[in-house]
């Protein structure tokens, strides 16, 4: 079945550490997404790539960098100059048009300590 | 920019009974609206969307929501609710020139299901 998969679902880091979140679609999808969910803020959006090779800021972009090599994988990478990380992140995909719905992974919880 | 207003943070609703939670949005141009429900420690599926046409849209699960343009409103709506329905809700506007897009969610509904 097609998907899209996050890993880990738990992560567990000590301050200052930078730390990687995996995302991988075998949707065939052209745009991919970051969203950081926090209790009572909603979805907000870190990043997102309409196409390899490229990406763009979302709302909240400073103290995260992204890379999109592949069309299949939009790893996440959390700086320690991210003042707050510990939160739950959501990947998702689409196929990119404005009327797309977006396909989302489960998540992984990050906790920073 | 669009944005999207959940008014009501928690709702709690006896099981049987109806529901609706509500959405309102703010977007100059016609806008494309989604409903999607988040279990606890999961991602989010989408229940349904509207793009153009009827303004009463059929999801899944048996939801269904309504488009008001009027009213800048798009209100999700289930005539009986079951236990399994108690999750967060979340209204999404997704709008874009260049043809590609992204959403903006609202901060959700809590739904609470009382026996």
């Known amino acids: 079945d097609g998907g899209i998969t996050q890993s880990p679902k738990y992560l567990f880091r000590k301050e200052g550490q930078n730390v990687t979140l995996s995302c991988e679609q075998n949707?065939?999808?052209?745009?991919m997404y970051w969203y950081r969910q926090d209790p009572g803020q909603g979805l907000r959006l870190i990043y997102y790539?309409?196409?390899?090779?490229?990406?763009q800021k979302g709302d909240i972009a400073e103290g995260y960098s992204v890379s999109r090599e592949k069309k299949e994988s939009f790893p996440l990478t959390v700086t320690s100059a991210q003042k707050n990380p510990t939160a739950f992140y959501l990947c998702?995909?689409?196929?990119?048009?404005?009327?797309?719905?977006?396909?989302f992974g489960n998540g992984t919880r990050l906790t920073v300590t | 920019a669009q944005s999207v207003t959940q008014p009501d943070i928690h709702i709690t609703v006896s099981e049987g009974a109806s529901l609706e939670l509500r959405c309102n949005y703010s977007?100059?141009?016609?806008?494309?609206l989604f409903w999607y429900v988040q279990s606890p420690g999961q991602g989010l599926q989408l229940l349904l969307k509207?793009?153009?046409?009827?303004?009463l849209v059929q999801g899944i699960k048996g939801f269904e929501a309504e488009f008001k343009r009027s009213q800048s409103s798009f209100n999700l709506r289930k005539p009986s609710v079951h236990w399994s329905d108690a999750a967060e809700y979340f209204c999404?506007?997704?709008?874009?020139?260049?043809?590609?897009?992204?959403?903006?969610f609202g901060k959700g509904t809590m739904l609470l299901v009382s026996p």
């Open positions: 977007y100059g141009a016609t806008p494309y």
């Open positions: 790539s309409q196409i390899v090779n490229d990406f």
């Open positions: 999404a506007v997704g709008a874009g020139n260049s043809g590609y897009s992204t959403l903006t």
């Open positions: 998702a995909s689409s196929a990119g048009t404005v009327n797309s719905p977006l396909h």
């Open positions: 509207y793009f153009s046409g009827d303004t």
């Open positions: 949707l065939n999808h052209d745009a």
